[in-house]
């Protein structure tokens, strides 16, 4: 136990692989966004003008980064409290060493366990189209079964820009089923493989956990470009989009190092 006591304004911090996304935390752990981007002196401004106690983080992005972010928040009293995926807060890691889990991976786990109340028998499957498209499938009694990483739309993208000579890509988005030029074909493209990861993540988590998932999320900066109509979703499961689902996990965890009587 941390014992960190949370006062109105602690903040929560997630360094993704393409940008940074900062919280504020409520009395009842509630994350509202704060801001979003890729400057480190503008993430310093804004954590300093809100001058928290602590700030809860989660980086998969390279160590220099939240080394830098604690340079630069020395002297300032401003206290960071790293988290990392470890078993344990009722949920079992399928990893042979969890540690090797993505850390936002692990929090949408948490975030998903512990959403609403009384509600931690249930069955979830999380896709977070991020950086990186990843599923994870959780079961009723807290045993996270694995899931799938795959590139991510925007990666997907410059991958095919990367290895051929004819590409080019446009951030047009095309209303098309077909598309009838390079940059249309290509959007069209990634957005269909997109949505066949979701479909198949779906099956796939039925098959994995016996019976469609009670709870199906959706998360991270991409999702909006899955078209959850176009999916076939079992009538039991709840369909439930969370763009900050990553900072709603970290927001889970500093509440489980303190419980929320510490105002
Ligand atoms: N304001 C934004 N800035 C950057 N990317 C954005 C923004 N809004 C949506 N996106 C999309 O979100 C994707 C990144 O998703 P995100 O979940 O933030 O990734 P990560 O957690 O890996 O950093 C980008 O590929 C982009 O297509
Ligand atoms: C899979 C990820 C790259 C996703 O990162 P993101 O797209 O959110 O930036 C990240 O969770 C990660 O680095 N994971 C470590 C490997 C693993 O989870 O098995
Ligand atoms: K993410």
């Not at 002297?75 to 890691?93: K, R």
């Not at 991409?222 to 039991?236: C, E, F, P, V």
């Amino acid at each position: 136990m941390l014992g960190v006591k949370l006062v109105s304004e602690n903040l929560v911090l997630e360094f993704g692989n393409t940008r940074w996304k900062l919280g504020s935390v409520d009395r009842e752990y509630q994350v509202t966004l704060v801001g979003s981007g890729h400057d480190l002196a503008q993430l310093t401004d804004l954590i300093l003008h809100v001058a928290p106690t602590f700030v809860g983080v989660a980086s998969v992005a390279p160590p220099q980064t939240v080394l830098d972010l604690r340079h630069a928040l020395a002297d300032s009293g401003v206290e960071l409290l790293e988290a990392s995926p470890e078993q344990g807060f009722g949920i079992t890691l399928c990893y042979v060493d969890p540690s090797r889990l993505g850390v936002d991976r692990w929090l949408t786990l948490l975030a998903a366990r512990y959403h609403g109340a009384n509600q931690a028998a249930q069955s979830h499957a999380i896709i977070d189209a991020g950086t990186a498209v990843t599923l994870d499938v959780l079961n009723a009694n807290g045993h996270h079964r694995g899931g799938w990483i795959a590139p991510g739309f925007r990666l997907m993208q410059e991958s095919l820009i990367q290895k051929s000579t004819r590409l080019r890509v446009s951030d047009n988005v095309p209303d098309a089923i077909l598309g009838e030029g390079t940059e249309a074909a290509i959007h069209l493209g990634c957005q269909a493989s997109l949505q066949g990861f979701a479909h198949t993540a779906i099956q796939s988590a039925e098959e994995a956990l016996g019976s469609p998932p009670d709870c199906l999320w959706f998360t991270g900066g991409d999702s909006g470009l899955i078209n959850k109509k176009a999916l076939q979703i079992a009538a039991k499961t709840q369909v439930i989009e969370r763009p900050n689902l990553v900072l709603e996990g970290l927001a889970q965890w500093l509440s489980f190092k303190s419980p929320p009587r510490s105002f």
